[in-house]
């Protein structure tokens, strides 16, 4: 089956998805869509390393990709180059619009990020949310990693879910998993994994919008940290409004 909306059987089919393990969960995403047509959207955080991991049996069905901001910490690019010589995986490299990202430079500066949160939330979308919608419009379905005990933004996520915002099927195959599920599976299979982690920094993203955390905190603590929990989001996964 290939390019389909949120039917009642696509409802019934997700929701049998939710009992699967991670590995079932993109099996049976992986044989119900064409190849080509279903890409995982890695951020190269702890828990997308897990799922390059686990994809390893289907490069050739999905692709992976990934968003090059122009503001990534180094430690995130050398491992882009890590990975790609572990798996012998060819990312490829998204980046943004130059029309919509320059303007927006001239007039508000390169820091803009630090003035309001409407700014904050253009830069995401300029540097990141427009390449991936641009992105997202030529597939029927993501891969991402997201999990629920994440964030208070994340705690609805479903393992297999109609994704409203960008019409198309969003995977989430780790949905379930905690922090200690993350780390124990990069450990014992030796899964490459970002630098900055063993600097205090559990969620990593564009240099100057993260930040170290201390023990005890909030995973999510470092990013945009002089922003309040409810706005932590960059619009790469915005969900739609219940009722
Ligand atoms: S995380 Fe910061 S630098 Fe990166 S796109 Fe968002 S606001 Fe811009």
């Not at 050739?60 to 430690?75: C, H, K, M, N, Y």
């Not at 007039?107 to 979308?125: I, N, T």
């Not at 200690?180 to 299979?189: M, P």
């Not at 900055?196 to 005890?216: E, M, T």
Request: with cysteine; charged share 25%; hydrophobic share 35%.
């Amino acid at each position: 089956m290939d390019k389909q909306g949120n039917t009642k059987e696509f409802q019934t089919w997700a929701s049998s998805c939710q009992s699967l393990s991670a590995f079932g969960v993109i099996d049976a995403v992986l044989k119900r869509f064409s190849a080509g047509r279903v890409a995982f959207a890695s951020s190269l955080g702890a828990e997308d390393q897990v799922i390059t991991h686990l994809l390893q049996p289907y490069y050739a069905r999905v692709s992976v990709f990934t968003i090059d901001t122009g503001r990534l910490p180094q430690e995130t690019y050398d491992l882009i180059q890590r990975t790609s010589e572990a798996y012998g995986l060819r990312y490829e490299v998204l980046l943004p619009d130059q029309s919509e990202l320059v303007p927006l430079m001239a007039e508000h500066g390169m820091d803009l990020f630090r003035k309001s949160v409407e700014l904050r939330k253009a830069c995401c979308h300029a540097r990141k949310v427009a390449p991936l919608k641009k992105k997202l419009a030529t597939l029927n379905g993501w891969i991402c990693g997201l999990r629920r005990s994440q964030a208070i933004t994340r705690t609805e996520v479903q393992a297999v879910e109609w994704d409203e915002h960008n019409a198309l099927v969003k995977v989430n195959p780790l949905v379930d998993w905690s922090e200690a599920d993350i780390w124990a599976y990069i450990k014992k299979n030796n899964v490459p994994y970002n630098a900055l982690h063993d600097k205090g920094y559990p969620s990593i993203g564009c240099s100057p919008c993260a930040r170290a955390v201390k023990p005890g905190e909030d995973v999510r603590a470092g990013r945009w940290w002089w922003e309040s929990p409810e706005h932590k989001e960059c619009g790469l996964h915005g969900r739609a409004k219940k009722g």
